[in-house]
């Protein structure tokens, strides 16, 4: 009777240990799977050394176990393109057969700027032309996005609780024919549509990570933004020819005041851009826990501002002037990538994975962007108020409510922002009241006075 119990007793809990086994690996398995990561690159025309560049990537990546997305934001390739097209048909093909081999990735590919001819009239073409291209390498894993020349916004759910929007800036930016209603290869053809698509994407999502991915910047602390180094002053001539330090101080002076105020096809305050650039900056800042990827200036940014993020990584091998803004938590000249990390609590990170020049070696620095609303939180790392896993199922009327805080920092007319080329010529007038950042409540149509 004893040796019958005590065996009973043994299978029961062996039983109980192996239930734990399973149920232990079961959990963890599921938060490896929830966990995902968005690694960021942009301008990889300028890689020199394409060899030594995959070899960094690989390295990064072969410890990746948990599913990834890889955001080649922009400028694959330049006006070159044409004469180029087999050294950079097999460049490119390269790339993307080392990047597409890891089947827990995904690759989506937004072209650029200089995709799109350097702004030349054959930019559409052009940029057609190296669609046709990655997508007749046929990876099952790699994506164009958005397609035709097509302004999108083209989302992908990257998984469950995380949602990537794709936009292509260089429709508006681009000075010459891009596609419109009359084509009808676009299913949003227009600003107005454009606008509407994006903003119902952003309102039917509100329980989602979203990352908003475009080439051009919305905010930048290169030169493309305004931040001119010194230098340019005396030799504004090396914006043209690397090295030709002829000087010319008062013509650099105006150059930089120029491009800081009024700005070539690049400068994202151009005639072309900066309406639209407006227009997403509104959109977003209307939203808390939003990030916004580009990859034009060749920097490596970090900005909180109103509670989202604005990341721009476009260094791959050597990275130009970045300025250190109030609004920046990372802002180099480094070569590298950013990666995203976006755990299972909500939490959301950054690792910027420095290519080191003077030996192989990769260096990593990690940044907590957004803190989980499920833990309580001691610092001033904003919360992560667009995906909240642990918050309560809610009513349809109630998901309509967001939450937010309950003073806001807002500016009211950024537009009369000028630097003082332009106050020289326009004149002050009322330009710093209008700029000037001021508290405000919010007012929530559907909560406030009982919605």
Not at 102 to 124: A, F, M, Q, T, V
Not at 125 to 137: A, C, I, R, T
Not at 230 to 235: A, E, G, L, T, V
Not at 278 to 299: F, P, R, W
Request: aromatic letters at 12%; charged letters at 25%.
């Amino acid at each position: 009777m004893f040796s019958k119990y005590n065996l009973s007793t043994k299978l029961n809990n062996l039983f109980l240990l192996f239930f734990l086994i399973i149920l232990s690996t079961s959990l963890l398995a599921q938060e490896n799977l929830s966990a995902h990561s968005v690694f960021l690159v942009s301008n990889i025309v300028d890689v020199k050394n394409n060899d030594d560049f995959i070899s960094r990537l690989e390295e990064v990546l072969d410890s990746q176990t948990n599913p990834f997305t890889f955001i080649i934001n922009g400028d694959l390739v330049n006006s070159k393109f044409d004469k180029r097209f087999k050294q950079d048909s097999i460049r490119i093909l390269n790339l993307l057969t080392s990047l597409s081999k890891y089947k827990n990735g995904k690759i989506i590919i937004i072209p650029g700027e200089r995709d799109w001819d350097d702004s030349k009239k054959d930019g559409l073409k052009n940029v057609k032309k190296l669609e046709d291209l990655v997508k007749s390498f046929e990876f099952e894993n790699v994506k164009w996005a958005p397609k035709n020349g097509c302004p999108g916004p083209k989302e992908y759910d990257l998984q469950e609780n995380l949602m990537l929007i794709t936009i292509n800036t260089q429709w508006w930016n681009h000075p010459y024919k891009v596609p419109g209603p009359i084509d009808g290869n676009c299913k949003v053809p227009t600003t107005d549509d454009f606008k509407e698509e994006l903003e119902d994407l952003l309102n039917e999502n509100p329980d989602k990570n979203i990352i908003i991915a475009g080439h051009y910047p919305i905010f930048s602390n290169g030169e493309f933004g305004g931040h001119q180094p010194f230098y340019k002053h005396i030799f504004p001539l090396t914006d043209w020819v690397d090295g030709l330090y002829l000087p010319l101080p008062i013509l650099g002076s105006f150059y930089t005041s120029f491009r800081e105020n009024i700005g070539i096809s690049e400068d994202i305050i151009n005639d072309n851009y900066e309406e639209t650039r407006k227009m997403l900056e509104n959109i977003i800042a209307q939203y808390q826990s939003i990030i916004y990827v580009s990859g034009h200036d060749k920097t490596q940014q970090i900005a909180e501002m109103f509670g989202n993020y604005f990341i721009n990584s476009g260094a791959p091998e050597k990275g130009k002037f970045a300025t250190n803004l109030d609004e920046c938590i990372l802002s180099n000249d480094k070569p590298g990538i950013i990666e995203l990390v976006y755990q299972t609590d909500g939490k959301v990170s950054s690792v910027f994975h420095e290519f080191k020049k003077s030996s192989n070696n990769i260096v990593t620095s990690k940044l907590v962007l957004f803190e989980s609303s499920c833990k309580e939180n001691d610092n001033n790392t904003p919360i992560n108020y667009q995906y909240e896993p642990c918050k309560e199922l809610q009513s349809a009327t109630d998901k309509m409510s967001r939450k937010y805080p309950k003073v806001g920092k807002t500016i009211a007319g950024v537009e009369y922002e000028a630097g003082s080329f332009k106050r020289f010529f326009m004149g002050d007038h009322y330009r710093d009241t209008w700029i000037t950042e001021v508290e405000a409540p919010y007012l929530n149509l559907d909560t406030d006075k009982g919605g």
